[in-house]
């Protein structure tokens, strides 16, 4: 309890991370209110070609796209695209990698050693090379992605969670419980995990903000979800060629995606700030 | 002594690691259920054609046979036929290197140029207003899609006001290649004109790839000046009375860089990431750009190879990173 308010309090002190947290709740909530606060709800799948390409005015607040559809709506609804590849991909991601990491860590012996043998290969190659790699053969579809996605960041999870596991094995409180005859399963759950959340937690943040760059470039290769899908990378991708009229087709969707990943990345960043005692001891130094 | 051991091991290293990244785009291409002949010839083709194609392909053999077929080939440097244009993809990816790598390196210059001095001016004035407005403009470079700040810079600096090319890597043909990189070919035929040209069409690539890379480089140089300032090696140049200037830019920078360069391979990984949108956009002839015309011509084997070259690539440049790392940093090797 205590720990929880200090947190907290330190939380609301840190202007920055909060400004991150609002820009991620405002976010949850256009996802799922995308219905009510667009201003033309339809236009994700019907078109106006008589309105096409018009700039913003109060009518169309981001303008019109090629299709004549109000880019503001679209950009609404393409959130909750943004935010399902999202949580679907690095939780999956993390489910994968955590448990992996936590036994591989525990363990030792030739198994342990060839998780993360495999796991360094997938680390060894920038993700979105073999991501686009999977993607291409998969074809272009929502769960294409997050599978992409998915199967090229579980090794982040594993690697991180092996060295803090590995570093937590040889603790006291750990030596202590597995003296009194607790199962490793109850070791591994109950005392090992929870002191190595704290690092999870901030990358699992910080991890939204690359998985969404990650899923926008893959829209704007033609590789996420297909047309007439409001995903924000594929509009930005759409609006090339009309170009330098249609200013506005290419600068709003950019815009939602730097808001975004840019209230992650804040938040993580506070969150480490809070969350690590090794920083936080660092940050009184650094007067 | 020690330094033998990093050597040898990063080596050991490396085999299985490129062997693995090979079995993994091999699986990745012939166990996910696609069918790369029905993209090729489309869905009308008439039986014969299918098999023949498969023959030509490869494809009608056992899996494992095809594997080992894939593994030789790759270790002679052969990426296979594109399924597009039906010219040996390694060709097609040399021929395209010299353009990539001129980019990354000049990037990875102009990034370090930048991100070197305002880090260490960030974390020198820390908690200025200096250091908070540097901090925004560092943290903006890593949530900024790069396709997108691309297309802003064409819109406003090409579009516009006219200052910069467009697109591509020169006016007309280019020099005669020599080397196969511009500036360096510009500078052996004496040619300043067409050298202004090369450098005028580089401006707006450089800057989008260098922003992100610069932000990182800040990133960790402003911890490692912060980390260096608070030891007590400092403490003891200035009771000693040594300038601040002389501290700062000579003990403290040196020792701080050590952190900076382990991050190398990271930044060629961003680089290397950003070079597939970013040569798209500006129309930059190199293996992204490769790639991104493969996906577009549904070419899975083209994908593939640009997935292994880059991947192979990437994989020496970091073992290198830690044998330099190795060799600079004398508590490694102690």
Avoid at chain 2, 130 to 143: C, W
Avoid at chain 2, 182 to 206: Q, R
Wanted: contains cysteine; hydrophobic residues 55%; neutral net charge.
């Amino acid at each position: 309890m205590e720990t929880i308010r200090f947190i907290l309090r330190k939380f609301f002190e840190d202007k920055v991370a909060l400004v991150g947290l609002v820009i991620i709740t405002a976010l949850v909530l256009v996802a799922i209110f995308a219905g009510v606060l667009a201003t033309h709800p339809g236009d994700v799948s019907t078109f106006h070609p008589a309105d096409r390409l018009q700039g913003p005015s109060l009518a169309h607040f981001f303008g019109t796209d090629r299709m004549g559809s109000d880019i503001f709506s679209r950009i609404l609804f393409g959130a909750r695209i943004t935010i399902t590849i999202a949580v679907i991909s690095v939780g999956l991601s993390v489910l994968i990698g955590v448990p992996i990491g936590l036994l591989a860590g525990y363990y030792n012996g030739w198994f342990s050693d060839l998780l993360m043998r495999v796991s360094d290969i997938f680390l060894a190659v920038p993700q979105i090379v073999l991501a686009i790699a999977i993607a291409q053969t998969l074809g272009p579809a929502i769960e294409n992605v997050i599978l992409a996605l998915s199967l090229t960041y579980w090794p982040f999870w594993t690697r991180l969670v092996y060295a803090e596991t590995r570093a937590c094995k040889n603790e006291t409180f750990v030596e202590a419980s597995v003296a009194l005859g607790a199962s490793p399963f109850r070791v591994i759950v109950l005392h090992i995990l929870p002191n190595i959340s704290s690092g999870i937690i901030v990358r699992t943040t910080l991890g939204m903000g690359s998985t969404i760059l990650t899923a926008a470039v893959l829209g704007f290769l033609g590789l996420g979800p297909p047309a007439p899908s409001p995903e924000w990378g594929r509009t930005i991708a759409e609006s090339r060629q009309y170009l330098p009229n249609a200013w506005w087709y290419a600068t709003f969707p950019g815009l939602a995606i730097f808001m975004v990943v840019m209230g992650f990345n804040l938040l993580g960043d506070g969150l480490r700030d809070i969350l690590d005692p090794r920083i936080r001891r660092s940050k009184s130094n650094d007067r | 002594m020690k330094l033998l051991v990093i050597l040898v091991n990063r080596l050991a290293w490396l085999i299985p690691t490129v062997f693995g990244l090979m079995a993994i785009t091999f699986a990745i291409t012939h166990i996910i259920p696609a069918d790369p002949v029905a993209a090729v010839i489309g869905e009308n083709a008439s039986p014969e054609q299918v098999a023949a194609l498969k023959e030509k392909l490869g494809l009608d053999k056992p899996l494992v046979e095809q594997f080992v077929i894939y593994l030789t080939g790759l270790l002679r440097g052969d990426f296979g036929i594109s399924l597009y244009t039906q010219r040996p993809i390694s060709e097609d990816l040399f021929a395209r290197v010299p353009a990539t790598i001129e980019l990354s390196v000049v990037t990875l210059f102009v990034a370090i140029a930048a991100g070197i001095p305002v880090g260490v001016i960030s974390a020198v004035h820390r908690n200025s207003l200096l250091d908070h407005a540097l901090r925004i403009f560092t943290v903006s470079g890593l949530a900024i899609a790069s396709f997108w700040l691309a297309i802003l810079f064409q819109l406003f600096f090409s579009m516009y006001l006219g200052w910069t090319p467009l697109q591509g890597r020169v006016d007309g043909w280019g020099p005669d290649p020599i080397t196969g990189f511009f500036i360096v070919d510009a500078l052996i035929i004496g040619d300043f004109e067409m050298l202004g040209d090369v450098l005028a069409h580089m401006v707006l690539p450089v800057l989008t790839m260098a922003y992100p890379a610069m932000a990182t480089i800040v990133r960790f140089t402003r911890a490692g000046v912060l980390e260096a300032i608070s030891s007590n090696f400092v403490m003891y140049e200035s009771a000693m009375g040594f300038p601040r200037r002389v501290i700062i830019w000579k003990y403290v920078l040196r020792s701080a860089l050590i952190g900076t360069v382990t991050q190398i391979g990271l930044i060629f990984g961003i680089l290397i990431a950003n070079s597939v949108v970013v040569e798209t956009v500006f129309d930059w002839p190199g293996i992204g750009r490769y790639a991104v015309d493969s996906i577009l011509n549904s070419d899975y084997n083209g994908v593939m190879g640009f997935a292994v070259f880059t991947g192979v690539i990437f994989i020496l440049i970091n073992a290198l990173v830690d044998i330099l790392h190795g060799l600079i940093d004398p508590r490694e090797t102690r």
